[in-house]
C-alpha cells in the first residue's frame, strides 16, 4: 500500500532541496557548478525545471544504445 502522505512529504523535500541548489547555482545532482555544465537553450530549460546540469541529465537519459 503506497503511503500518500509520506510521498508528499519526500516530494516536498525534494522540491525545497531543488529550489535551494537552484538560488545557489548548483546541480541537484552532482552539486557542482551548474554554469559550467550547460551548454545549450536546451540544458538551460531542464535547469529550471528540475536543477539538474546538462551533463547529469543527458548521463541519466542517455540510452544504454550509446555507451
Given at each position: ?35 559550467q555544465h550547460i551548454y545549450s537553450a536546451a540544458g538551460q ?23
Open positions: 500500500m503506497i503511503d500518500a502522505q509520506k510521498m508528499v512529504s519526500e516530494f516536498e523535500r525534494f522540491d525545497r532541496e531543488k529550489h535551494e541548489a537552484i538560488s545557489q547555482g548548483k546541480c541537484t545532482t552532482c552539486k557542482r557548478d551548474a554554469s530549460r531542464e535547469y529550471r525545471i528540475s536543477g539538474m546540469c546538462e551533463e547529469c541529465f543527458d548521463e541519466m537519459f542517455q540510452d544504454d544504445g550509446d555507451e
